[in-house]
């Protein structure tokens, strides 16, 4: 069964990090460009970041910039985003998945998805 699992998400202070992995099961993530999005309760998902397949090519919302790096390894069938410099307004779950479209500037929408990890930023 193709699937993707996302986790590292959990309850931190502001101010602080954390690192979400997103594993691939039952297919390679190598040929796939991979997006991070989010859900806050009673807001509509957003695309936060994502990764080309094999140029490497990065996107950020201006939400997340400058505090968040995303990154893959094959080996390991996994991509990552490093989140730093949290704030409660990040509080949301993390979802990965395989989109269609990453650009420099902009990411499409995913199309398959995991089924998330809660990230809960608070004092």
């Known amino acids: 069964q193709e699937k993707l699992v996302e986790s590292g998400g959990g309850l931190v202070q502001p101010g602080g990090s954390l690192r979400l992995s997103c594993a691939a099961s039952?297919?390679?993530?190598?040929?796939?460009?991979i997006g991070w999005f989010r859900q806050a309760p009673g807001k509509e998902r957003e695309g936060v970041s994502c990764i080309t397949s094999s140029d490497g090519i990065t996107y950020y919302a201006d939400s997340v910039k400058g505090r968040s790096t995303i990154s893959r390894d094959n080996a390991k069938n996994t991509v990552y985003l490093q989140m730093d410099s949290l704030k409660p307004e990040d509080t949301a779950v993390y979802y990965c998945?395989?989109?269609?479209?990453?650009?420099?500037?902009?990411?499409?929408?995913?199309?398959?998805w995991g089924q998330g990890t809660q990230v809960t930023v608070s004092s």
């Open positions: 998945a395989t989109v269609l479209r990453c650009r420099s500037d902009s990411m499409g929408l995913g199309y398959s």
């Open positions: 039952g297919f390679t993530l190598d040929y796939y460009a």
